[in-house]
């Protein structure tokens, strides 16, 4: 039999690929929300160009949103509406990540890779072991 598939008897594992990515993405979101409450004193001393001086109380709530998001992730609820909070949360680090690179968790590189990987959630739902039900 004649197959373009390298391994073609891997190809099983396919929604574990989904898995493993919505996984990475969910630790990478935990990882800068404990960064930023880590950091937070730095960030209400920095000042920023929209914003101005962080108040404590953003900072938190800006943390216990990406900790939130990155949770739901890793556990696989609702993968797709997080998802498009994570590509939200990821742009806004492309876009600043130049002009703050101090300030921002990750690096833009790293910022960019995180919104395609949401992006590819967002199309691919949650993978195995997701609580999400496909439609």
């Known amino acids: 039999m004649f197959t373009l598939s390298l391994f073609p008897g891997l190809l099983y594992l396919a929604p574990l690929a989904t898995t493993l ?3 990475a993405a969910g630790c990478t979101l935990l990882y800068m929300a ?3 409450m880590v950091e937070r004193d ?3 001393r920095a000042k920023f160009w929209p914003v101005g001086h962080i108040p ?7 943390s216990a949103i990406l900790f ?14 997080v998802a498009i909070v994570g590509m939200l949360i990821a742009l806004k680090h492309v876009i600043f990540a130049r002009r703050y690179p101090k300030y921002m ?3 833009g590189t790293a910022a ?3 919104f395609v990987i949401c992006f ?3 199309l691919s739902g949650a993978g195995a072991w997701g609580v999400d039900l496909p439609l």
């Not at 404590?56 to 800006?62: A, D, H, K, M």
């Open 34 to 36: 404990y960064r930023y």
């Open 56 to 62: 404590e109380w953003l900072t938190i709530l800006g």
């Open 21 to 23: 990515v919505r996984v």
């Open 112 to 114: 960019a890779l995180l």
């Open 120 to 122: 590819s959630l967002l």
């Open 42 to 44: 730095d960030l209400e």
């Open 105 to 107: 968790a990750i690096s």
């Open 68 to 81: 939130i998001s990155g949770l739901m992730l890793v556990i696989g609820l609702y993968t797709q509406g």
